[in-house]
């Protein structure tokens, strides 16, 4: 079953813009990962943020996490034409091993 | 390089004919293996938790006969998809972690096996 809802589904700007993705979750987490997929390809591991954290960055990459809202955010900062790609936002769901998948945000990424 | 390997990457069988797809960490002793699926831009299914020398857990929904789950070696587990049909046509997606994921490292992923039933 998907843990969550990401916002928005699909999102479309200019190169050199940012980028802002959301994701909520329903239950209690250990963490929260954001993950990145070219069409058709696997997933490539972005960052991972742990439920006592509250932001971390990662070059271009900052994400937040809001426990009391059950939320995190994803930027990515001066986008480019590469960063077209689906990225999704996993929780890894506390109690469990698995790591439960948001429905994702197809981002376009305009030359 | 890849640390989870996938195989085939791509596979197309006959409708009735069951289909195996590989999955294996290259470096590292895989504790637990997950396995997911995933429809043309939707996102990842969980189907089933897999450990070492156990038997999978299913997630609710997901036909354990249909889709037999092995998790013989530390280093392998396979997905078979018995009596395939065209509904089963989907991108199989699997990740392993080991024990050192509870302390901190990361879960890896496979680079997926686009499954065609025809």
């Known amino acids: 079953s998907q843990q969550g809802e990401e916002d928005p589904q699909a999102l479309s700007i200019q190169e050199g813009e940012n980028a802002t993705m959301n994701c909520s979750y329903k239950?209690?987490?250990?963490?929260l990962q954001w993950y990145r997929q070219n069409s058709g390809r696997g997933l490539v591991h972005l960052i991972l943020?742990?439920?006592?954290?509250r932001e971390k960055h990662s070059g271009r990459l900052r994400v937040t996490l809001d426990t009391s809202k059950k939320s995190s955010s994803l930027l990515i900062t001066a986008s480019r034409a590469a960063d077209t790609a689906s990225y999704f936002c996993?929780?890894?769901?506390?109690?469990?091993?698995?790591?439960?998948f948001g429905q994702g945000t197809r981002l376009t990424i305009n030359p | 390089g890849a640390v989870v390997s996938q195989h085939p990457s791509r596979v197309i069988c006959k409708s009735g004919t069951s289909v195996k797809i590989e999955c294996r960490s290259l470096d590292f002793q895989a504790t637990t293996m997950f396995w997911y699926r995933q429809f043309p831009k939707q996102s990842l299914m969980l189907m089933a938790t897999s450990n070492e020398g156990s038997k999978a857990t299913y997630e609710q929904g997901v036909e354990k006969d249909k889709f037999l789950i092995n998790h013989a070696s530390l280093t392998l587990s396979t997905l078979t998809v018995t009596s395939a049909h065209p509904e089963d046509s989907s991108f199989y997606i699997c990740s392993a972690i080991s024990e050192a994921y509870y302390s901190g490292n990361t879960i890896y992923f496979g680079e997926g096996s686009w499954l065609t039933v025809v």
């Open positions: 239950t209690s987490i250990n963490n």
């Open positions: 996993a929780t890894g769901v506390q109690g469990a091993q698995k790591l439960v």
């Open positions: 943020i742990r439920s006592n954290e």
